[in-house]
């Protein structure tokens, strides 16, 4: 960002305001921030204290912003050129668990960005960033997530690269045991179970879950799937599956 800068001419009145590059700061603001100073020597002092206020307004927003320079025009019209820091681009990077270092990510990129709603040419908001690295982690498949803002080149825009650390996407589980006060009914003596388990399938936030539960007689057969976004669909609509299929053994 630019460091402010002043160039005032002496024992001029103040008779208007001129903002510019100022997209997300209300008029009303501005307004209010000036309301007493209409006809009277412009004041360094009381221009320093509403330049401060301003900076201070994209501080408690949580937006990248300030006032860069103030120049008073002839006719006694302070000018204002302010700063404000536009998302030029959003990368998703992948952190090794144990490393910490850059590697390569099982889960898709969209799938992550879609989550997100800092979009590219927006102001910078630090606290609408706070909450889509919670979004994100609400997916279930992140052990860490973090935004970082990075300077685009040489304008005033940022680039953010959000790191990202997987969790394991899934695994097997099985056991058995025997049961022998039961004699009749689901899953009587011998009971065994396998369960395989995705929460990211294919790379898309899937949920895959696959479980055999078998005894002497009966066995139990199930599958969940769960697509919490389907893809192309902008109204973020979700799809579950689940198939069940119980069977008794013949005798």
């Not at 103040?14 to 008029?27: I, R, T």
């Not at 860069?68 to 998703?92: D, F, H, K, Y």
Request: net charge neutral.
């Amino acid at each position: 960002m630019a460091v402010t800068s002043a160039r005032v001419e002496p024992n001029l009145e103040f008779h208007g305001m001129v903002c510019e590059g100022a997209n997300v700061l209300p008029s009303k603001f501005l307004e209010y921030a000036f309301r007493n100073s209409y006809g009277k020597i412009v004041n360094i002092r009381r221009l320093d204290e509403v330049i401060t206020s301003i900076n201070g307004w994209y501080m408690e927003h949580g937006l990248f912003g300030l006032v860069s320079g103030v120049e008073i025009l002839s006719g006694g019209v302070i000018r204002l050129q302010v700063a404000e820091a536009e998302v030029n681009n959003i990368s998703i990077r992948f952190l090794d668990r144990k490393t910490g270092e850059p590697t390569k990510g099982k889960t898709r990129p969209e799938t992550i960005l879609r989550q997100l709603t800092t979009k590219k040419g927006q102001v910078y908001s630090m606290l609408q960033g706070k909450r889509d690295v919670e979004t994100v982690l609400t997916m279930g498949i992140m052990e860490d997530v973090s935004i970082i803002p990075q300077p685009a080149g040489d304008t005033s825009m940022v680039d953010l690269i959000m790191n990202v650390v997987e969790r394991p996407s899934g695994g097997f589980s099985a056991g058995g045991g025997i049961s022998s006060g039961i004699t009749s009914g689901p899953l009587s003596g011998l009971i065994g179970s396998f369960v395989y388990s995705h929460r990211n399938v294919f790379g898309r936030n899937q949920k895959l879950n696959i479980s055999l539960e078998r005894g002497q007689i009966d066995s139990i057969f199930r599958i969940n799937y769960i697509d919490p976004w389907i893809e192309g669909d902008d109204k973020q609509t979700s799809r579950t599956m689940m198939v069940q299929s119980p069977w008794t053994a013949c005798s």
